[in-house]
């Protein structure tokens, strides 16, 4: 029995005001902890590993940090690991934004539109999902520099889930800003 492994690490805490919603928006990462990240998984990772990034500047800083520390991985961008979009609700407050529209999204959490003209959950987990397929069709090992949506639609992925049915089966617990976690897929 042979096992890969695919490493999950989340971007550096955003230059943004706590709170905001910023899924899909490009913003930047905090240089030192982006830096911080990278010094910290360059030193783990195997050699030769291939490393699929989001194309979103907080994780694609992370990834070129993480290459220029280890010449021996190539790095690619990849929009299908890219942060949900939430819609109309990026760059607000999660605070400001209305009860009625959260409640709305959550009552139906697979197919309702984040923020109006956002991604549904079940979009979003179909374009992860399509990464994960590839890797897991793959041969080798891979690193992916993403977002903490993007980390707990693996974690479903994995388990089987290609879709949550509601809003409570969504994992609640992040990886923290420039955190890893590793997922082992056994094959005979």
Known sequence: MSMRRLWLLRH????????????????????????EAAERIARELPPGLAVLSSPLRRCAALAGAIAALRPDLAVKHDVRIAEMDFGAWEGQSWSAIALAELDAWTADFADTRAGVHGESVRVFMARVAG?????????????????AGVLRAVSLL???????????????????????????????
């Open 12 to 35: 550096a805490p955003v230059i943004a005001e706590a709170g905001l919603c910023y899924g899909a928006s490009d913003l930047e990462a905090e240089a030192e902890a982006t830096r």
């Open 131 to 147: 990464a994960y397929d590839d890797w897991q069709a793959g041969q080798g090992d891979a690193l992916w520099v993403a977002h």
């Open 158 to 188: 994995h388990a089987g889930t290609r879709c949550p049915r509601d809003a409570t089966e969504w994992p609640s617990t992040p990886l923290p800003f420039g955190g890893w976690q590793v997922v082992e897929l056994r094959s005979l």
